[in-house]
């Protein structure tokens, strides 16, 4: 009990620190130093040969301190490294102090940058400051093209009282801004009398700081004290950085271009020549590191980025989206309920309530009219929206004729009311529910999940398609209902659940009979291949697949989902369409011609007769624990002559591996990467056919040489007429085996 605690302990701290070290972006080099006390030190700044950019932006941590201290090369001390500018401290305050006559004594303070190339003053975060009475500061400075620059503030006072606490706008305190693009300065005094005001304000004072951290008190006036205090602590001076003398333009062609992640901007320098990197819109982390850019997970800061409605992260961005069935601009206000049902009851029911009672009753009837009438007309305005139309004009055409279409009312009642413990299952595209009709029939609803466009038009698509066919393997279309807010359609209910569960679902380990994969196997090319064939013009399936072949009572196959299905135009030539396959059931020749033919649903099924023998998933993990594509390692270890290894060993016994090199032959040629190559879907079923049968005679497993006899025998089993019609096509399968050989 104490071992697992403490286990499970350890583990916690593992994953914590894993979580920790996950979201905490490199901002160094990989192997540099990222902090020196409490200063990070993002790159370009870096500790230590080849950890920072060479232009400027070594540190050297000084741990010889309780908390380390940073400086720059230049042995400024730095406080806070930022995007553009760094907080740097300062000590030297410029000052001269006088008696009745003179001044008495006086020191000038200078700042000199030129030892470290990326920095200058900025303009904008700090104001040469003067404090005194009768005093006029100047300061001097140089830089890239300011050489010699000189400015001035003055600052002077009568009386102790007349300088203001807090106010520094020339009464004992003045301000004035600096040029751009200075890295040296000095400050020194003009010669005033100052006979008047030496008793309250014996000394004037001259610094450059950051704005705003000086807070301006007539305290500071009197003695010494102002130099005192801050000489000790120190003060802010802040300096831009940029990566030197060279535009973003011009940078750009260049090796050395300092912004490294492939999802940065580069900008130019405000203050002085040069340019700096940020990360583009979308995306935070360090610019100048190669991928140091990752893209910013809006979604979970609701705070930095609003979202009232459903929110979703994408690269550079995030989607916010209302919940289906409300409207609004999700990004900026809470999402509202569409349609709002009651605007004209609301007004009304304020007038009635002034009004008279005989008003009320009338007043009553109207509103339910009016109610009545918007209803129908909102499930007329859903009904075209949702295909009706289309339908409509289908039906008039005489291209649907079996399908009933359901009211609103109906589907309610038939599903009570879409109750959960109904539900079948539910997938990427809809919840299917178990109905029960009037005459207590089961059938299985569809409801798409979301309303959008190219749904709707699968949708009817699929009414389309299935209303036009009739076979025992595929699932029977009964109805629609398309004057709610999402289609819905409504099919016979096959009670077994999909192949692909049956497969790998939960019971992967009862045993399945060679038997009934075969005759899944033929149902299914049976009912592949009456599509392709059977009707006025050919369909394709497009999305044949184990979760798309569903299992009714005696576990016989049902094809469903014609939500990917085409018809074939007439003029075959012009046939081109955008493919939705499933991954790993995909015709490779759709990727590269995106063109759908009925080849690719023998593609597809060639697949599935895989996952039947070997009992895989189309993409499966194998013991290596290596991500692997069923149809690929299906037809190389057939081309290695080691069928044995991968087929599922329930079926894989002894005697009817003769019967299983046939079906794997048939699937490697389902699998052919080359069109041509595969067979027809007929040609499939019809091979498939006579390896059942074959499954039902002892021959296979006597005398499997002698294929003459078992002709013979065959026929003898059938009428006549059958017979020529079986033996021809038996004759074709030979000779297609043959070919495949
Ligand atoms: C560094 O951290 C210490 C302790 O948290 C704090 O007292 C100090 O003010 C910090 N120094 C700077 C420069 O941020
Ligand atoms: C102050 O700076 C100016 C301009 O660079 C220079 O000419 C002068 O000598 C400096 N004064 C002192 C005292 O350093
Ligand atoms: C939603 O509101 C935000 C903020 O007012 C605005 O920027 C955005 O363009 C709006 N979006 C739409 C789709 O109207």
Sequence with gaps: MQHQVYVMMILQVFILLLLGTASAANISLPGCQDKCGNVSIPYPFGVGAGCYLDAGFEIICDDSYPTPKAFTN?????????????????????????????????????????????????????????IGCATLAYIFGNGGRVNGYTSGCLSFCNTPGSATNGSCSGMGCCQTSIPKDLFYFNVSFGGYNHSDVWEFSPCSYGLLVEQDWYNFTASDLSGFDFYHKNNITGFPVVLDWAIRDMSCSEAKLQTGYACRSEKSDCYDSTNGPGYLCKCSGGYEGNPYLEHGCTDIDECRDPDLYPCFGNCTNK???????????????????????????????????VGISAGVIIMLSLSCLLI?????????????????????????????ARQVETVRVFTEKELEKVTNNFANERILGAGGRGTVYKGILENSREVAIKRSKEVDESQKDEFVNEIIILSQINHRSIVKLLGCCLEVEVPVLIYEFVPNGTLFDFLHGKNRTSAIPLDIRLEIATDSANA????????????IHGDVKSLNILLDANYKAKVSDFGASTLVPLDKDQFVMLVQGTRGYLDPECLTTQQLTEKSDVYSFGVVLTELITRKQAIYTDGSNETKCLAFSFVSMMDQGRLRDILDDQIADEGVMELLQEVAELAVRCLSVKREERPTMKEVADGLHVLTRSKHHPWSQKNPEETESLLGEMSTHTTASDSTAYNSMVNRLVLNIDDGR
């Design 74 to 130: 230049g042995n400024t001390q730095v406080d806070e490294i930022l995007p553009d500018h760094v907080r740097a401290h300062y000590w030297y305050i410029s000052y001269q102090c006088y008696d009745e006559t003179d001044w008495t004594n006086a020191s000038t303070a200078w700042f000199n940058l030129t030892q470290v190339p990326a920095f200058r003053f900025s303009d904008t975060r700090n104001k040469f400051t003067a």
């Design 315 to 349: 690269p550079g961005g995030y989607d916010c989206k209302c919940p289906p069935g409300t409207q609004g601009n999700a990004t900026y206000e809470r999402c509202s309920k569409i349609p709002e049902k009651f605007p004209l009851a609301a007004k009304l029911s």
């Design 368 to 396: 339910i009219k009016l109610q009545k009438r918007k209803y129908l007309r909102e499930k007329d305005d859903y009904f075209k929206q949702n295909g009706g139309l289309i339908l409509y004009e289908r039906l008039r």
């Design 528 to 539: 592949l291949s009456y599509l392709h064939s059977s009707t006025e013009r050919s369909i």
